[in-house]
């Protein structure tokens, strides 16, 4: 069980989107599953709050960039 960052809803590691910080330190979508990553919903609402809220600072402990597209993490 994994928890979004964003909405705190707990589900299934699979059912989430997620997110590691790439060498640049930007947020990008991972699918291999190593090192520090973050969990979030596919849900609009919660990809959109990851722009407003300090979810993805506190998961990965410190200041990190967000790509300007929130669609950027669905594909």
């Known amino acids: 069980?994994?928890?979004?960052i964003s909405c705190g809803v707990k589900r299934?590691?699979?059912e989430l989107?997620?997110?590691v910080l790439d060498t640049d330190g930007v947020?990008?979508?991972d699918n291999i599953g190593k090192g520090r990553g973050a969990y979030i919903c596919g849900d609009e609402n919660c990809l959109?709050?990851?722009?407003t809220g300090k979810g993805l600072n506190r998961a990965f402990r410190r200041?990190?960039?967000?790509?300007?597209?929130v669609n950027d993490f669905l594909k």
């Open 12 to 14: 299934e590691k699979k």
């Open 63 to 69: 200041k990190v960039s967000i790509p300007i597209g």
């Open 27 to 29: 947020v990008v979508r």
């Open 48 to 51: 959109s709050m990851l722009k």
């Open 17 to 19: 989107i997620r997110l």
């Open 1 to 4: 069980m994994r928890t979004c």
